[in-house]
Structures are given as C-alpha cells and as structure tokens.
C-alpha cells in the first residue's frame, strides 16, 4: 500500500485573525478540522513553524515598509513583525496536536535575524540546506503528502514545489489553506499545477486522488 504523510505547514496564531496586528489571513483560524480529518489519511503527520527572533533583519519598521525589498542571501522583502518564538502568535492552531509530541517530524524555519525562508523544506532561499523533512518523509517510505496550511499563496506555495522537487506526489487540500490576496493566490495556484500538484476540494475529496 501507498504510504501517505499529512503535512500542517504553519498552522499558526500568527497568521489568522486572532493575532491582527502579525500576518492575519482571513479565516486562517478555520482550518484545523480540515487539517485533523486530513491527518487520518496518512500514516505520518508532519508540521512546520515559523520561529522567528525578534531582532529579525526583516521586520518592516511602518506599515508602508511592507513588502519593501531589502539585501540579504537569505531574505528578500520586510515583513509585519510575526511568529515571534515564546508568543501568542507563534503557537499552533488550537485543536492541533503538541508540536513537540505530537507530529512525527516538526520542522522551525527563520530562527536567524537574517533568514526568512517560506517553504518547510529548506531553511534557505535557494533551497539548498535542508530541514530534514524531505530524508525523513523518504526514510518512512512515503509517497504521498497531503498539504495545508497558512498562508497558502506563500509558505504552503513553496512547501509544495519543493516536495514536488523531491519527487512526492502532492495532494493540496482547498478546505485546509488559507491565502492572503487573490492575485498571488492565482499565482501560487498556477505555479503548482505546473509543478504537477494536485488539488482537492476537502479532506474526503483527497480520497479520490490517492493511488490505493
């Protein structure tokens, strides 16, 4: 049989309403049960966090400084301030498994003042050194990975091609993810068609793609 890993990429505080003054994204918060009823698909569970310090490089000091470019090999554009580690924001969605015990493999990106990576693949931007989840899916034998979680249009993106990269059939779950703006939604969506990912309405529409 197939053996399928259910990935939760960033299913933070910080990224829903309930932190609005981080990176909300609408109706972020509404996403757990997907991502639960996704998990009992798949064989292994494994998640991501943003985990940054709060003299990060990239924190943009007005509003108007958002999305601003800025040097560095590791970081491109500034940010709100966000997923700060110790914070309200920084904490899984309630409803999730404990990220220490819960998952089988939790992957901490952007814990350096001067990297800020989106995918949970690599903690670089060029996509060169790794996080470990990408060995430990293929060590498990695993084939198959649902994806969701926050924000869709940039740290989900990304999570995604790189699995693709790495040889993963990739199966995202519409109900599970949340973006923020709809034009770089549409990008993000036709970057991973052409990548090959695969989309599903929900949870029980993920059945229908999975090669049992």
């Not at 990220?99 to 814990?111: I, R």
Request: hydrophobic residues 40%.
């Amino acid at each position: 049989m197939t053996c399928i890993a259910s990935f939760d990429v960033d299913a933070q505080k910080t990224f829903t309403p309930l932190c609005p003054n981080e990176l909300p994204v609408p109706e972020g918060d509404q996403i757990v049960d997907e991502l639960n009823a996704q998990a009992e698909l798949a064989a292994f569970r494994v998640g991501s966090r943003d985990a940054h310090p709060s003299n990060a490089k990239w924190i943009a000091d007005t509003p108007e400084d958002v999305f601003s470019k800025i040097e560095g090999e590791n970081i491109d554009i500034k940010w709100p301030r966000h997923a700060e580690l110790g914070t309200f924001g920084f904490e899984l969605l309630d409803g999730l498994p404990h990220p220490a015990t819960g998952y089988d493999f939790m992957v901490n990106k952007g814990l350096d003042p001067d990297c800020h990576p989106y995918g949970a693949c690599y903690h670089d931007l060029g996509d060169t050194v790794t996080t470990g989840v990408i060995e430990f899916l293929k060590s498990k034998g695993v084939a198959v990975v649902i994806v969701g979680g926050l924000a869709f249009d940039y740290c989900v993106a990304k999570t995604v091609l790189q699995l693709r990269d790495a040889g993963f059939q990739v199966i995202v779950n519409l109900a599970a993810v949340r973006g923020i703006a709809e034009d770089s939604v549409e990008q993000a969506m036709t970057d991973m068609k052409q990548a090959g990912a695969e989309f599903a309405k929900n949870a029980d529409d993920v059945k229908r793609l999975l090669p049992w």
